[in-house]
């Protein structure tokens, strides 16, 4: 089956550093990845839509500005969290769908918990 | 407004017994439709989806999920649980063209098992 790596699986990091969060489509070619959050104990929220070789679409109310997204290769995505805060601390999760064609679903990475003190 | 409800928040079975968990979905087209499980701390992993064809869908460990179009509803189901069930279930729609896997999750029903 198609596997979705997320790296780190968990970091740490103090207010005001940026983290970068990488996603990678292992077997296969993602020209569409997602970028979701999750709070604890909530539902997951589409943060944004990262496309290879151009700009990400992001969802209402996600700041691009904070949350920089880059798809320069057809198996790699990274969220970049830029400056940091305690209120970034959360779960995000990465989706890659499979470039072959219409109506593939997306397979989701592990996760990365990020906290921030 | 395309929105997937879980009405369930929180739902206890008893080991052996059978399970249904609820999703109804509001969507402006027929949408593809899934169901995922995460564990604590983990990412999510796909229990089944439904494309098109038949309603009735079968996936992994035994769970399989009904798709009524009229009712708008997509129930996961499992005769018989067991205690290694216990987790949160996500019903999830997307469309079925164009940027097919860009998905709206439901809240999520937390699954508890007694022994």
């Known amino acids: 089956g198609a596997v979705v790596s997320q790296h780190p699986s968990r970091v740490i990091c103090k207010s005001g550093t940026s983290v970068k969060i990488e996603c990678r489509s292992l077997?296969?070619?993602?020209?569409?990845m997602f970028w979701y959050r999750q709070f604890p104990k909530q539902s997951l929220m589409l943060m944004a839509t990262?496309?290879?070789?151009?700009?990400?679409?992001?969802e209402q109310g996600v700041e691009k500005d904070k949350f920089l997204i880059n798809h320069a290769s057809l198996t790699l995505s990274t969220l970049t969290v830029t400056s940091a805060h305690p209120e970034d601390s959360s779960f995000y999760i990465c989706?890659?769908?499979?470039?072959?064609?219409?109506?593939?679903?997306?397979?989701f990475g592990q996760g990365t918990r990020l906290t921030v003190v | 407004a395309q929105s997937v409800t879980q009405p369930d928040i929180h739902i206890t079975v008893s080991e052996g017994a059978s399970l249904e968990l609820r999703c109804n979905y509001s969507?402006?087209?027929?949408?593809?439709l899934f169901w995922y499980v995460q564990s604590p701390g983990q990412g999510l992993q796909l229990l089944l989806k439904?494309?098109?064809?038949?309603?009735l869908v079968q996936g992994i460990k035994g769970f399989e999920a009904e798709f009524k179009r009229s009712q708008s509803s997509f129930n996961l189901r499992k005769p018989s649980v067991h205690w290694s069930d216990a987790a949160e279930y996500f019903c999830a729609v997307g469309p079925s063209s164009g940027n097919t896997g860009k998905l709206i999750f439901g809240q999520g029903t937390t699954l508890q098992v007694k022994p």
């Open positions: 989706s890659a769908r499979d470039r072959r064609g219409p109506g593939t679903e997306a397979f």
């Open positions: 990262s496309n290879e070789g151009s700009k990400a679409t992001y």
């Open positions: 077997d296969f070619q993602a020209t569409t």
């Open positions: 439904y494309f098109s064809g038949d309603t």
């Open positions: 969507y402006g087209a027929t949408p593809y």
